[in-house]
């Protein structure tokens, strides 16, 4: 075979020479990408300038006094935003006491455990967890978690940890406890993926040295795993957290929405920042409702930031180089 | 040997017992997750199915107090709200994957769009409602399924964003440097090569980012609004599936609960339906050529 | 046709690495010229100061002037231009992953912008033809993708797709080093039919590789060209103590 000399500058040559050099479309294509890169930052500032706005009128009428007082009262425009940061707190802290243990255990069995044929079904069952939506969630825990905890589960806890005050007064079946169970069940799959993650990070070698000196299994996850991993653990409870401080609807749908009081047991009814929202913003009686309203969005937005960014950076800290997926 | 250097019976047996009693436990906890799930789907399976006819698909709601009628308007508003986000959503956040990827590798400014990425995705759903409530809705005066639409849109963005930048800087460089120096313009070779190369997990990231925004309610309840009522107009409120389940939820008529079992259903069809083809074809490599 | 290129004063640095010391060098038209040396010479560097591969690098920095034909590349046209007329094909195969046979070697002209199907159809045989690559693959140019092709079939598809934007010059960066015997003695064969019609500038650390396919041979040094010649006198009767050490092995 051999190649015939060319003759003429060929048609694709003559193309390519008239096409002209294309720094300018380069130019426009990166500036446009910059573009939306930066709209991010453009979108937060948005958000964080319209809260702050809309609150103004609250801002100013009742400085800090806002979160620490409980009157809530639309109708002669006294508003305390305490009952409502309480609930919140509450439920979060349920969530988190039922969540976490179990997350961790989830975690161990899938990474260290497990034979190998289940570890991908199971995770991606727990991927499932976290795909079904808040509200049905919320419709799922009105119609089959709140009866259940009504029946079986609150009368036990009331018997057994009744003297501590935390499980008193009518049984209603919905309540912080309700909210902080269906909470629980919602962030397990963040927490559980997370630390599943962060585990997996942690080097074999770790593992091998703590065998090789006649551990059992559980003294090798404990001191070569979860020593190793606890930073990223605590971080991806904190990411667990800023999920449950904000999740709306199936909180909404089973807190019992009352801001009457701040109640020491958990069975009893109450409110958070992200239902009271929820329920009142579109029916706000005043510019002051309103405000006050918009505040409470705020503060949350503010919290929901900080928790945020305390995870993340917890989290990078330990899996350094391969940043974590998005939650 | 000397005798205090063995290890003694009785601390061995209490070393096994908590290793057994630690694996048990940590069973145990994986069936406790894995329950709730397999009650929450067996409940809605069966919840649902049995709620489902046809008049659920092709009917708007029956006026209050009546039975009959069905989620039609809903899941068309839904449809439309979901096309409005990803339309905002899909570019945009691609668009700020390439720039991470592509131009501000190891930059203080990738860093920080990343992490402003990481805090926007964990702005409250409910947060992102009052915000664009101001925004748009008390500015044009009026509740529409275009600030429903934005208000879903920028959730996508944060996933879409930090997929694509992950899937794109799997791109092996090799790759760029052929582009390169075929003396492709830098644009076309992004977008025709190191894009289409990364384009199943570009996609995978897209699917997750419409898979979460496809159940919020909660930024919905002040901007799309719901409806009763056939609408398409995006400058009208609008019905969407999440909205009416919630309203159903809370109904205190047997058959307006029925239906909201069968919109939970329907919905968790389609997102499981997305979840689960991803899936299928990020393992499967029906799409082929990511490495 | 190929064109000559005359190399004047060209450094170039890696950060604060100077990688490339004052090279001066002619290289003539529709030959192949070896460029050999040990790793970490500047030899590699040297071939992606010729196409301006090198300054895709942010922290790589160029100085002196290439003239390749009547251009002065680093003056004269936008490193896009520039590329468009100088083929390279790279150390490993690099064929897109996410295109057929076909799109591949069809990509250079359809990525700027190039639509007339008839003569793409046309530039793609041929280019096949030239890479010697046709008879294996003209049976599945559209269904098959080029990374199911064999390493040393997609190194002669990376050959075809520099070949399809018909460049003036084509620059190889140890083509053959990721390849097997067979494959390398395909691709070297090649190199020899090519020569015809365009100038070769080949990068390799296979002295046999160089003496079998190239006129002329220059030899790198720790940045700098230490000897250039024909490839006969280099093999033969070098002219400087190195290039003697370093073609009989024993360098070092």
Known sequence: ?327 | MPNEYRVSTANRMRRMATNHLASGLAVLSTILVVAPLVAIFGYLLFKGASSLNLAFFTKTPAPEGATGGGMANAIVGSGILLAVASAIGVPVGIAAGIFLAEFGRGGKLANLVRFTADVLNGVPSIVMGIAMYALIVARQKHYSALAGGVALGIMMIPTITRTSEEMLLMVPHAIREAALGLGVPNWRSVLSITLRTASPGVITGCMLAFARIAGETAPLLFTALGSQFWSVDVNQPIAALPLQIYVYAASPYEDQIRQAWAGALVLIVLIVGAVSLVRYVTTRGVLKGAS | MGVGIEVRNLNAWYGANHTLQDINLHIPANQATALIGPSGCGKSTFVRCLNRMHETNPIAKVTGSVRIGEIDIYSDASPVEIRRRIGMVFQRPNPFPTMSIYDNVASGLRLNGFRNRRVLDEVVERSLIHAALWDEVKGDLKKKSGASLSGGQQQRLCIARALAVDPEVLLMDEPASALDPVSTSKIEDLIFQLKAQYTIVIVTHNMQQAARVAERTGFFLNGKLVEFDSTHKIFTNPGDKRTEDYITGRFG
């Open chain 1, 1 to 327: 075979m051999t190649v015939p000399p060319a003759d003429k500058p060929s048609e694709a040559r003559t193309w390519l020479t008239s096409r002209g050099n294309s720094s300018l479309s380069d130019r426009a294509f990166r500036w446009l990408m910059l573009l939306c890169a930066l709209s991010i930052f453009g979108i937060v500032a948005l958000i964080a300038t319209s809260l702050v706005q809309g609150s103004k009128l609250t801002l100013g009428l009742f400085g800090w006094k806002f979160f620490l007082s409980s009157g809530w009262d639309p109708i002669n425009g006294n508003f305390g935003a305490l009952p409502f940061i309480y609930g919140t707190l509450v439920t979060s802290a349920v969530s988190l006491v039922i969540a976490v243990p179990l997350a961790v255990g989830v975690a161990i069995f899938i990474t260290e455990m497990c034979p190998k044929m289940l570890r991908g079904p199971l995770a991606f069952l727990t991927e499932l967890l976290a795909a079904i939506p808040s509200v049905v969630y919320g419709l799922w825990g009105v119609f089959v978690l709140v009866p259940l905890l009504r029946q079986y589960v609150n009368p036990a806890l009331m018997k057994t940890l009744g003297w501590t005050g935390l499980f008193q007064g009518p049984n209603l079946g919905i309540g912080m406890f309700a909210a902080g169970v269906i909470l629980a069940i919602m962030i397990l799959p963040i927490i559980s993926s997370l630390t599943r993650e962060v585990m997996i990070a942690v080097p074999y070698t770790q593992r091998e040295a703590v065998l090789a000196l006649g551990a059992t299994r559980w003294e090798m996850i404990r001191m070569g795993v979860l020593r190793n991993a606890r930073i990223g653990i605590v971080g991806s409870v904190i990411l667990g957290l800023g999920r449950a401080l904000g999740e709306t609807m199936a909180v909404t749908m089973v807190i019992g929405n009352s801001a009457a009081s701040i109640s020491k047991s958990l069975l009893a009814p109450g409110y958070s920042m992200a239902s009271v929202i929820a329920n009142e913003f579109s029916e706000a009686t005043s510019d002051t409702h309103t405000s006050a309203l918009i505040e409470i969005g705020l503060a949350l937005f503010i919290i929901t930031i900080l928790v945020n960014a305390l995870a993340r950076l917890l989290v990078w800290a330990v899996t350094r180089g391969a940043p974590p997926r998005v939650a």
